[in-house]
Nanobody, 121 residues
Framework: QVQLVESGGGLVQAGGSLRLSCTASGSIFSLLSMGWYRQAPGKQRELVAGSTSGGTTNYADSVKGRFTISRSNAGNTVYLQMNSLKPEDTAVYYC???????????????WGQGTQVTVSS
């Protein structure tokens, strides 16, 4: 069983900063990638930022230059530093991990419970 535990959401004024954290634990054979998605009311869930085990990162165009994704040395914790926040960044942010839970188990996606980020104007 794999668990993703998130923390760090909250309410912030426009222009402010927040840092999200997510730690993966449990039956993990190999972590392929971790990332952050978000879902605003009435909208589809979208990728915000991703980080592969090889060190490659990618960002949604809307957050480039403002958000930074990073991983712990152990690789099982992912952070999202969010600066210059805008009201349109308001959403529930979900941590995602793509991993092998065992040697003979195909890779699968796992999700955190979500953390609310609200940016006031």
């Amino acid at each position: 069983q794999v668990q993703l535990v998130e923390s760090g959401g909250g309410l912030v004024q426009a222009g402010g900063s927040l840092r999200l954290s997510c730690t993966a634990s449990g039956s993990i054979f190999s972590l392929l990638s971790m990332g952050w998605y978000r879902q605003a009311p009435g909208k589809q869930r979208e990728l915000v930022a991703g980080s592969t085990s090889g060190g490659t990162t990618n960002y949604a165009d809307s957050v480039k230059g403002r958000f930074t994704i990073s991983r712990s040395n152990a690789g099982n914790t992912v952070y999202l530093q969010m600066n210059s926040l805008k009201p349109e960044d308001t959403a529930v942010y979900y941590c995602n991990a793509h991993l092998f839970a065992g040697i003979q188990i195909p890779p699968n996606n796992y999700w955190g419970q979500g953390t609310q980020v609200t940016v006031s104007s």
